[in-house]
């Protein structure tokens, strides 16, 4: 703000906003004018700053005082809205429960066959989220692998999602785990890691490790613990 003293003597001011002082989020900085003699025609400056420490309308006033016979003191009227930033937010979920995790857990998936699932991902801010190349840092490695990816290199709008397949296709059966990273320019979550987890069984196995093998161990013991039956049952008619 310019205080000019548009009168023919000196202009005299006193302390700004002392009697009616400002209140957070106002402040006063750079204060030229305080207690300064203005010649005619001679200004000076202050600045006044509004810094919300939240959302809202906020309001006050100050008083500048000075000798002028007829304005003493001005009155000066502040105001200011708080808005949110304006920043992307970047949230990711799956199509394995629970979504929110960032964990997809495939389970026992069939030697040589395919198992999906989807990420979404959503742009929860208030401005556009550019999403990087997915998983180009932590690549992916068999026999997991990424499809249909219509998020690497895009701008999602506020509210508006994308979407990829990750697929686990075991050639053999074992344990894996791998994750893979999403990069973006989320302020505060610039790399999203999704970690990922599954097991390779062969054809049959639901238990995750008993398989064919196993079975056919269960199915000699109950053919023998039958056999002993047999056997026993037999001696005690001969006894008899």
Known sequence: MTVTNDGTADL????????????????????????????????????????????????????????????????????????????????????AAPVDDLAIAFGNVTQATTSDETVTITNDGNADLTIGNIGALDVLVAPFSILNDTCSGQTVTPAANCTLTVRFEPTVIGIFNDSFDIPSDDPDEGSVTVNLSATGVVAGDDDGGLGSVGALELLFGLLGLVLVFVARNGERREDA
């Open 12 to 95: 005299l001011l006193g302390n700004i906003a002392q009697a009616n002082p400002l209140a957070s989020p106002f402040s006063i900085l750079n204060d030229t004018c305080s207690t300064q003699a203005l010649t005619p025609a001679a200004n000076c400056n202050f600045t006044v700053r509004f810094s919300p420490p939240s959302t809202g309308a906020f309001s006050d006033s100050f008083d500048i005082p000075s000798d002028d016979p007829d304005e003493n003191p001005v009155t000066v009227n502040v105001d200011g809205t708080g808005i949110g930033l304006v920043v992307p937010d970047i949230t990711v979920t799956d199509s």
